[in-house]
Nanobody, 123 residues
Framework: VQLQASGGGFVHSGESLRLSCAAS????????MGWYRQAPGKQRELVAD???????NYAESVKGRFTISRDNAKNTMYLQMNSLKPEDTAVYYC??????????????????WGQGIQVTVSS
């Protein structure tokens, strides 16, 4: 499975960005997908995640400003980030939990990460 993230960049405080993360691969079912971020000197933290059925979970710091969504047909997840603040500056990572169908018709649960993308918000 390959996760390809895109959409980062540099914005000013109050502006918006939209991140995308596309999962590609054969013989897989993508389950929960999520966005994490890591600011300099800090631990990686969950920003938001979404189940295959569309149930969402957000960090308190982004509630009301960020919206996570997904398109199961495209195995793609989005993060709409509005009212960005300087404290949102970080490298953002997407991840996905998925089931891989083995050639003996058994399933293996796996997790994969996309490459990090920089989001910088200036004051």
């Amino acid at each position: 499975v390959q996760l390809q993230a895109s959409g980062g960049g540099f914005v000013h405080s109050g502006e918006s960005l939209r991140l995308s993360c596309a999962a590609s691969g054969r013989r897989m079912t993508v389950n929960t997908m999520g966005w994490y971020r890591q600011a300099p000197g800090k631990q990686r933290e969950l920003v938001a995640d979404i189940t295959r059925d569309g149930a969402t979970n957000y960090a308190e710091s982004v509630k009301g400003r960020f919206t996570i969504s997904r398109d199961n047909a495209k195995n793609t997840m989005y993060l709409q980030m509005n009212s960005l603040k300087p404290e949102d500056t970080a490298v953002y990572y997407c991840n996905a939990d998925f089931l891989y169908l083995n050639y003996d018709d058994t399933w293996t649960a796996m997790r994969d990460w996309g490459q990090g993308i920089q989001v910088t918000v200036s004051s």
